[in-house]
Nanobody, 124 residues
Framework: QVQLVESGGRLVQAGGSLRLSCTAS????????IGWFRQAPGKEREFVAA????????RYTESVKGRFTISRDTDKNAMYLQMNSLKPEDTAVYSC?????????????????WGQGTQVTVSS
């Protein structure tokens, strides 16, 4: 049974930093893409960033480029989202998800496995 567990979300002031973690278990993830999505109250789930399990390929939504960095540690089956220069508009529940292959990696509907999410709140 595949499980994704996020951690690291909390309240932080604007301009601050957070590192979110996503620990995966239950299968081998070779060939998979791990994505981070976020959902703010009253808004649709939004793609944030994704990384191939190999680590060779990453993608970011425009609003986080230069501020967020996605990475992975295959020895620990863990993925990370380093978030710097946080803004109040980054406030959301952040979830990690996994899918096989890179097609449609910005679409949440393409992902098979999801974590429960972690709350990030950025105060102004």
């Amino acid at each position: 049974q595949v499980q994704l567990v996020e951690s690291g979300g909390r309240l932080v002031q604007a301009g601050g930093s957070l590192r979110l973690s996503c620990t995966a278990s239950g299968r081998t993830f070779s060939g998979y893409v791990i994505g981070w999505f976020r959902q703010a109250p009253g808004k649709e789930r939004e793609f944030v960033a994704a990384i191939s399990w190999s680590g060779y390929s990453t993608r970011y939504t425009e609003s986080v480029k230069g501020r967020f960095t996605i990475s992975r540690d295959t020895d620990k089956n863990a993925m990370y989202l380093q978030m710097n220069s946080l803004k109040p508009e980054d406030t959301a529940v952040y979830s990690c998800a996994a899918k096989f292959g890179s097609a449609g990696l910005e679409s949440p509907n393409e992902y098979n496995y999801w974590g429960q999410g972690t709350q990030v709140t950025v105060s102004s």
